[in-house]
């Protein structure tokens, strides 16, 4: 038996209706009288797909953001009188991917203050720096800036580094993906904040980096719209908020591709303080740097507003860029412009 699975080609968005179609092409001279086509889904569990001249369908109703894989599928075939039964499996490896819905954004909270240049934004600039390529002999006249000094003391005789020039990303966004931080749909938000948040940019031609901090933490560079994206959203369609490590201990690596970025903006549901620390540390270093708070309170039952959080003032003060999210925002004005209103006001 050979099972065929077919769906409407195009994007799948969250919320949508997704129609599966079915088709089982087997030797059989004779249908069996039933035959059932069972599969378990992740996220979703068992289903079980009557048959019937070799084909079926089913809708899978506003389906939720993720990457569902279609495994353990077999075809269960019984005679009339349910007397015989036999359960064949079938190979037919599939996974389903569910896109978020992003938001255009023509101007980002982050356009302002710090942010800004003499009253205008520097939408091309190209960062560079140099890095650490391999090490040679010393030749005298050369500047002893250059001594490579580890490898001087291991090899006995001066070394001097041979540095090249290395682009570095315009923009990093980072996903915090910790677990124990997800209320209801939090993480999903921060998918779509993350995901609007780096489209914009994607299309303004910036080079930009998104890193999500999951179990197996994954790194996209999207330094091309047309070329680099789609496996960024492919990424966010798939995250997961299965990390047990903060946000923070990304930030805390110098040659780290968030660090060493112009701009960084961060967005989570978990204000540690040593996130706070970090961010505060950035900025006085003239990196530039920025939060999307995601508040995880606002998606309980109760569904409630806590008190500003002192953290998100602090960093406000400190002249980090806050936007903060609460269940049912609208995430164009929470990250475009009206979102420069203070946390207080959030």
């Known amino acids: 038996m050979r099972l065929h699975r077919t769906v409407e080609s195009g994007e799948r968005l969250e919320g949508d209706d997704v129609e599966v179609e079915l ?6 001279h004779l249908p069996p009288p039933s035959l059932v086509l069972v599969e378990n889904v992740s996220r979703l569990g068992e289903r079980r797909t009557p048959l019937e001249a070799k084909q079926g369908r089913y809708t899978l109703s506003r389906v939720r953001r993720g990457r569902y894989v279609f495994r353990e599928v077999r075809a269960v075939l019984e005679d009339a009188f349910g007397l015989q039964r036999a359960e064949i499996p079938l190979a037919a ?11 255009e954004l023509d101007r980002l909270f982050t356009e302002g203050g710090t942010y800004a240049q003499d009253g205008r934004r520097l939408l091309l600039r190209r960062p560079s720096g140099f890095d ?14 250059k001594v490579h000094w580890r490898s001087t003391a291991k090899r006995g005789k001066l070394m001097v580094k041979e540095l090249e020039d290395a ?9 915090d993906g910790e677990a124990g931080a997800v209320v209801g749909e939090s993480f999903d938000v921060q998918v779509r904040a993350a995901g609007s948040l780096l489209l914009a940019q994607a299309r303004r031609g910036r080079r930009a980096v998104l890193l999500v901090n999951g179990a197996h933490r994954t790194v ?41 970025a112009l701009e960084l903006t961060v967005v989570t549901a978990s204000l540690a303080p040593l996130l706070v620390e970090r961010l505060l540390r950035r900025t006085l270093g003239q990196q530039r740097a920025a939060l999307v708070y995601v508040d995880p309170a606002s998606f309980g039952r109760n569904g409630a507003h806590p008190a500003p959080q002192p953290a ?21 004005s929470k990250l475009g412009g009206s979102a420069l209103r203070r946390a207080a006001d959030g």
């Open 132 to 145: 650490l390529h391999s090490v040679r002999d010393y030749e005298e006249g050369e500047s002893l800036r």
């Open 93 to 103: 490896p599939w996974a389903l991917l569910v896109h978020p819905r992003l938001v």
């Open 167 to 175: 682009p570095r990303d315009e923009v990093a966004i980072l996903l």
């Open 23 to 28: 088709r089982l092409e087997h030797s059989a």
């Open 220 to 260: 996209q560079r999207v330094h091309s719209y047309e070329t680099d994206w789609p496996q960024a959203y492919d990424l966010l369609a798939a995250a997961e908020a299965d990390s047990h490590a903060p946000a923070a201990a990304l930030l805390g690596d110098d040659g780290a591709s968030v660090a060493r």
């Open 312 to 332: 998100l003032l602090r960093l406000q003060a400190g002249g980090v860029p806050v936007a903060v999210i609460r269940s049912g925002d609208d995430l164009g």
